[in-house]
Nanobody, 121 residues
């Protein structure tokens, strides 16, 4: 079994910062691309940021210059540092990753259960 578990969400005031993380566990042989998505209330899920296994990153236009994605290969963990948060950033944040299981063949895309981020005064 492979699991992705997010943590670090919560309530923050506009202009504040939050760092959320996602840890992969279980029978993991290798982790390739990792990403953060979010689903704002009443809206569709959207890509926020992604990072390749070699460290290349990309961001949604709405978060460029405010958010930073990073990863720790040894810990199978991806982070999202969110600065200068706005009420429009309120959403459930999900991580996903392309993972090869121990003894498995090929990459499988896994998703976490999500962590709530609320930006409000």
């Amino acid at each position: 079994q492979v699991q992705l578990v997010e943590s670090g969400g919560g309530l923050v005031q506009p202009g504040g910062s939050l760092n959320i993380s996602c840890v992969g566990s279980g029978s993991i042989f290798a982790v390739y691309g990792m990403a953060w998505h979010r689903r704002p209330p009443g809206k569709q899920r959207e890509l926020v940021a992604a990072i390749t296994s070699s460290g290349l990153t990309k961001y949604a236009d709405s978060v460029k210059g405010r958010f930073a994605i990073s990863r720790d290969h040894a810990k199978n963990t991806v982070y999202l540092q969110m600065n200068n948060l706005e009420p429009e950033d309120t959403a459930v944040y999900y991580c996903n990753a392309d993972i090869v299981r121990t003894g498995g063949v090929g990459r499988v895309n896994y998703w976490g259960q999500g962590t709530q981020v609320t930006v409000s005064s």
